[in-house]
């Protein structure tokens, strides 16, 4: 009985044995594999990376992140290069200081359209974070970025977007 005992006990040990050296293996071939490269662009990869919610931005590109973050969140609705047409939202081109409203062939909300005044970057700011909060019937249904840092990339990025 005893021997048997042993023998069980010695077999376990073998087998932990054997799986502490096969995952051992992997993650050494998961090391060894080469790190995924990110290249922004055109611009030198060996930039200091910081990373703003997932995405990484380079210290000499501001507007990647911004670029990025208004692709996944603003896109579905907004085009944003000269003349493109209007989407469920207007056309941002040149947006940043440019007067509220005024998009051509867009059908704005009432209470948009009465707003007057150009889009500042602090007015941007804050429709952003919460486009009811700034106009109560306003027909962009997007419920807001609650985080600054992503707000202002994107406001950078709509500031290169113009000639
Ligand atoms: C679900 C669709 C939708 C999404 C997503 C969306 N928008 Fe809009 N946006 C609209 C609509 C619709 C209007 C027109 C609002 C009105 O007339 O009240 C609008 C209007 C605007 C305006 C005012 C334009 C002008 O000519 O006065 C700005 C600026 C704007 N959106 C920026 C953004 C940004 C930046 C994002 C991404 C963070 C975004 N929108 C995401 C639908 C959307």
Redesign the pocket.
């Known amino acids: 009985m005893l021997k048997k005992i042993i023998a069980a006990g010695f077999f376990a040990g073998v087998l932990v044995t054997f799986f502490l050296l096969l995952s051992d293996i992997s993650t050494s071939i998961e090391q060894a594999r080469p790190a995924p490269v990110e290249v922004v662009e055109d611009r030198p990869v060996l930039q200091a990376k910081r990373k703003i919610q997932g995405i990484a931005v380079t210290a000499v590109d501001p507007t990647s992140a911004g670029r990025s973050?208004?692709t996944r969140?603003?896109l579905?609705?907004?085009t944003s290069a000269k003349g493109h047409p209007n989407r469920?939202?207007?056309n941002?081109w040149n947006?940043v200081d440019?007067a509220?409203?005024?998009?051509p062939k867009?059908?704005?909300?009432m209470?948009?359209?009465l707003l007057g005044g150009v889009?500042s970057e602090d007015e941007?700011n804050r429709?952003?974070a919460g486009?009811r909060s700034v106009?109560p019937?306003?027909?962009?249904?997007?419920k807001g970025?609650k985080i600054e840092k992503q707000r202002l990339a994107?406001i950078e990025y709509?500031k290169t977007l113009k000639d």
């Open positions: 973050l208004f969140r603003c579905g609705c907004h469920t939202g207007p941002l947006i440019k509220k409203g005024q998009a867009y059908r704005y909300s209470q948009l359209k889009w941007l429709f952003i486009p106009i019937d306003t027909k962009m249904t997007f970025i994107i709509l």
